[in-house]
């Protein structure tokens, strides 16, 4: 699915509004409905729309260009210097040009899910196709720093969503996000499946993590990314809760699939109860750290998930037969000798140590890294630092 690249008239001034000091969400929203972009920008530039200062900020929504006593404020030189030394539609046409669109409020191509947002971004930057929105999305999110299991589960639920025809977002971060963006893009060989959608905190053209260069080429070919960032600009640690905040207002359903006492997945969860959207957790081992946070969010309510057919069900879709991965496939068990079989047995479906794995079949830990080795060139198992893993084959 693919969209031409085309804006409306305003989108170069829309942009540029965007990238002036100190613009926050609010206040750009209400400049946006107050006037069109190219006349918000021509008052910026002569001075009669200015930066608001802190004692405004409380009322921006309504008061963003206007003192206590109804007069105009006096013009402050930094929205009115940045915007003089811009020239918006030649600064647009160049990232334009490299496929990059912008949309705001009240455009056709504003997300839906996010046009009666309490806190809508004022403008959003994308490559890709944005269209995939329209279909039923769901965010599978967690930690970085995840464990072979949950990578897996990730893997297998965005795939089989995907597959189903449910958009899968999330936010291109290592560990889980990434586990998901790669299930999701699996799916993309079979008829009717739904494109990923990431969102980004830095800007659409500037790829991080950098180890994500090809996945960003893959979803950007496959569905979309956006961001509220613009073009050029890296990630700053603020804008991690402010994208994941986005996340929460794009879908239907929340997935926490993984994650440590503190993360940017806790962050989404909580945006999403928030504004009233479902929040699932996929229960994880009582003593991994990566599973405290996420167990504890179970714990304090949410209901739990095992699959994308407990995620379908929630959201009240069906799974075919033919599309459910949920039962264990044994094409590549066939095979396997007798002491392959006795390691893969020995290796949980929990993060399981080489020791554990050597005293239940009495095997030689030599011997038993050998056969480790073979079952995981196989897809069977996944290695984690010292841990191992089952793995249902793909």
């Not at 069900?313 to 459910?324: E, I, Q, R, V």
């Not at 050998?370 to 069977?380: I, K, P, S, T, V």
């Amino acid at each position: 699915m693919s969209e031409p690249v085309e804006d409306s008239p305003g989108a170069a001034f829309a942009a540029a509004l965007a990238g002036l000091p100190g613009m926050g969400p609010a206040t750009l929203v209400a400049i946006l409905r107050q006037w069109p972009p190219e006349e918000a920008w021509a008052r910026v530039c002569e001075g009669s729309l200015r930066r608001p200062d802190a004692r405004g900020r409380r009322a921006e929504s309504e008061q963003f260009a206007w003192s206590d006593d109804g007069h105009p404020r006096q013009p402050k030189p930094a929205w009115r210097d940045a915007a003089g030394r811009l020239d918006p539609p030649q600064w647009w046409a160049y990232h334009a040009a490299r496929g990059i669109r912008v949309t705001w409020p009240g455009q056709p191509s504003y997300p839906r899910a996010l046009a009666m947002d309490h806190q809508l971004p004022g403008v959003l930057f994308w490559r890709g196709s944005l269209a995939w929105l329209d279909s039923p999305c769901v965010a599978l999110v967690g930690t970085r720093r995840a464990s072979p299991d949950g990578r897996a589960v990730a893997f297998e639920m965005g795939r089989d969503l995907a597959g189903a025809g449910v958009c899968v977002v999330s936010g291109l971060a290592l560990g889980i996000d990434a586990a998901a963006h790669l299930g999701a893009l699996r799916a993309g060989e079979q008829t009717g499946a739904a494109g990923p959608v990431g969102v980004a905190a830095s800007g659409v053209d500037v790829v991080y993590p950098r180890q994500h260069a090809r996945l960003w080429g893959q979803v950007v070919a496959a569905g979309a990314v956006l961001s509220e960032n613009l073009p050029g600009r890296p990630a700053q640690a603020w804008r991690f809760p402010s994208r994941n905040r986005v996340i929460a207002g794009l879908v239907k359903m929340v997935v926490v699939v993984e994650s440590h006492s503190t993360g940017g997945s806790l962050i989404t969860a909580e945006a999403a109860i928030a504004r009233g959207i479902d929040v699932r957790v996929v229960p994880g081992p009582v003593h991994s750290p990566a599973s405290v946070g996420s167990n504890q969010l179970l714990y304090d309510g949410p209901g739990p998930v095992r699959n994308a057919q407990d995620v379908l069900d929630g959201l009240g879709l069906f799974l075919s037969a033919a599309k459910d991965r949920g039962a264990p496939a044994t094409s590549r068990t066939e095979n396997l000798g007798a002491e392959a079989r006795t390691v893969l047995d020995a290796v949980g479906w929990r993060p399981t140590s080489l020791n554990q794995i050597v005293e239940r079949p009495g095997l030689t830990a030599a011997r038993a890294m050998a056969l480790l080795d073979d079952l995981e060139a196989r897809g069977l198992v996944g290695r984690h630092h010292d841990w191992w893993v089952r793995r249902r084959p793909s």
